[in-house]
Nanobody
Framework: QVQLVESGGRWVQTGGSLRLSCAAS????????MAWFRQAPGKEREFVAG????????DYGDSVKGRFTVSRDDAKNAAYLQMNTLKPEDTAVYYC??????????????????WGQGTQVTVSS
């Protein structure tokens, strides 16, 4: 059974940085496009960033462009989300997701068949 486990979420001060990790198991990781989504209380799930199966394509949500960077390490079966210049509006539960879908990185959560349990990120002053 495919397993995705997020880690790295915590409280951070406004303007700070944080790096989230997603450890994947029970899948051929190099074949999967990986993405990060987030959901804040009372809000819909939002696409944050994604990286294609071969690392050749990345995409970001408008609200995080220029501040967040998505990456992957196939040797470690892991994906990462480096978050800089964090804002209070970045506060949310962050989820890692995986899909075998090829082509562009989909921002649609329905295209992802595997999800982690999420990690809480809280940003405040």
């Amino acid at each position: 059974q495919v397993q995705l486990v997020e880690s790295g979420g915590r409280w951070v001060q406004t303007g700070g940085s944080l790096r989230l990790s997603c450890a994947a198991s029970q899948l051929t990781f190099k074949l999967y496009t990986m993405a990060w989504f987030r959901q804040a209380p009372g809000k819909e799930r939002e696409f944050v960033a994604g990286i294609s199966w071969n690392g050749g394509n990345t995409d970001y949500g408008d609200s995080v462009k220029g501040r967040f960077t998505v990456s992957r390490d196939d040797a470690k079966n892991a994906a990462y989300l480096q978050m800089n210049t964090l804002k209070p509006e970045d506060t949310a539960v962050y989820y890692c997701a995986a899909t075998l879908r090829k082509g562009f990185v989909s921002p649609n959560g329905r295209d992802y068949g595997h999800w982690g349990q999420g990690t809480q990120v809280t940003v405040s002053s």
